[in-house]
């Protein structure tokens, strides 16, 4: 892992042809992590379900954002709609792959946030 944190936001249409631009960024923050591909898969497979579930939720045609960032011991995802009401009052939300999953309000946003823990990479010599 770089010696940064890496950090990446996309402004984007809530369109699920979108959603797979926000797949290949959990992808790629998963391989440099240095997950194995099934489980690389998986937290593709469900970045992908969780923003296509966000996307559902938000009926106007206004731009929202999705920010990842990859931390010494995990990486997070979280999207931001510009609705009131946080995506968990739709139900319960559990991905396959990803450790926690925690929906909030930030300012005029709804939030939800997964989480994928990774074990800290072996230290450079």
Do not use: Y
């Not at 010696?3 to 936001?9: K, V």
């Not at 938000?58 to 999207?79: K, N, Q, Y």
């Not at 396959?96 to 005029?108: I, K, L």
Request: charged share 25%; proline share 8%; hydrophobic share 45%.
């Amino acid at each position: 892992m770089p010696t940064n944190p890496l950090h990446l936001r996309l402004r984007m249409d809530p369109d699920e042809r979108l959603a797979a631009a926000v797949g290949g960024v959990a992808r790629f923050f998963a391989d440099n992590a240095g997950l194995g591909n099934e489980l690389i898969l998986e937290l593709q497979s469900s970045v992908l379900s969780a923003c296509r579930h966000c996307f559902g939720l938000h009926l106007s045609g206004t731009p929202c954002e999705v920010a990842f960032h990859r931390l010494a011991d995990r990486i997070e995802m979280e999207v931001f709609l510009p609705v009131e009401e946080a995506p968990a009052d739709k139900g319960h939300l559990a991905w396959p792959g990803v450790d926690e999953v925690h929906c909030e309000t930030r300012g005029a946003s709804a939030v939800l946030r997964l989480t994928k823990f990774v074990p800290p990479a072996p230290d450079a010599e």
